[in-house]
């Protein structure tokens, strides 16, 4: 047993493909598995936060835009590394594409699956929901508070129903694996253990600073900020330019939220948690020892210097 007082750390992360991207206050790194067996450890040092990113309420938006582009290159470059090696013919229209946009092909290809990715998260959480729900007040009159609550409810059905339906896919389930390493390895270091792999074992997959809490809060949260501006029903389209309109005060609130939940312990942020807590069963899964070594690889690096220096 560690003599060491359990503590909070900053450093958190994400799941790749075939690897675990951690970030700490200084440093960001990954780790990704390649097809030799080895582990690929990529680190680089993080420039001193603008002070818009450290404002409460101002930052959310901001960094939540930070996470999502600094996690999809990490993605995108892992998915590279764990193909090292791996030669396949490429097609003729991939050879036309390659002759024709040279160096510039991957980063079209990043911008287009960025495009596809944005408008299928709005035609999912933000379109459908709401069509839906007009529906249905076409039979049934109900005030906008109840329309309101019957969207969010919707939104949060597509969430689960796509995250369960994701996680049968091979390559999907493989990641949700690595998220289970990256939230158990941050427990350990956490629980003031040495991060080995038997220690790492021991620790619960589920963590209340995670995107998988992050992305209920703001769904749950759009239903009160959406019912307090009293957005409309008379035009679906006019209602979801101005749901796009509020969507920096929702992730604000929530990133707040989810800081606090991972920075303490006690009755409010547990239930502010709970849902969370929950929804991260079917987005993490119990990774294997190579998956977890992957995880403590990604981390190490992130430890900063300066002892306590992660600390909340």
């Known amino acids: ?23 700490g206050p200084e440093v960001e790194a990954m780790a990704v598995r390649l097809p030799s067996g080895e582990i690929d450890v990529e680190q680089w040092e993080l420039k001193p936060a603008k002070w818009y990113k450290k404002v409460p309420f101002i930052r959310g938006p901001f960094n939540f835009v930070t996470s999502l582009t600094d996690g999809y290159k990490c993605l995108s470059k892992s998915a590279d590394k764990s ?29 287009i699956a960025s495009v596809l990715g944005v408008a299928l998260a709005l035609g999912l959480f933000i379109l459908v929901p709401a069509t839906i729900t007009k529906f249905i007040s076409k039979f049934v009159e109900l005030p906008d508070i109840v329309k309101n609550i019957i969207e969010g409810l919707i939104k949060m059905a597509v969430f689960i129903c796509y995250i369960a339906l994701t996680a049968l896919l091979k390559d999907i389930r493989r990641t949700y694996e690595y998220h289970g390493a990256e939230h158990k390895t941050i427990a350990c270091y956490e629980a003031g253990e040495e991060l080995t792999v038997e220690n790492v074992k021991k620790h619960r997959r589920f963590h209340p600073r ?24 008379g035009n679906i389209w006019l209602r979801v330019l101005l749901k796009l309109c509020i969507l920096p005060i929702i992730v604000s609130i929530a990133y707040e939220l989810i800081k ?53």
Request: aromatic share 10%.
């Open 83 to 111: 193909m090292q090696g791996i030669e396949e013919e490429p097609s003729k229209f991939e050879k036309w594409l390659t002759d024709k946009l040279g160096d510039k092909l991957m980063a079209i290809i990043m911008v």
């Open 210 to 233: 995670c995107g998988t809490s992050f992305m209920f809060l703001v769904l749950f949260i759009s239903i009160i900020v959406t019912s307090v501006f009293r957005i409309q029903w």
């Open 260 to 312: 606090l939940a991972g920075r303490y312990d006690n009755i409010i942020t547990k239930i502010i948690s709970a849902p969370g807590l929950w929804i991260q069963r079917l987005t993490t899964r119990e990774p294997d020892e190579s998956q977890i070594e992957c995880a403590i690889a990604a981390f190490v690096p992130c430890i900063p210097k300066e002892k306590g220096a992660d600390k909340w």
């Open 1 to 23: 047993m560690s003599d060491k007082k359990p503590f909070k750390t900053q450093i958190g992360g994400q799941a790749l493909i075939e690897g675990v991207m951690m970030r």
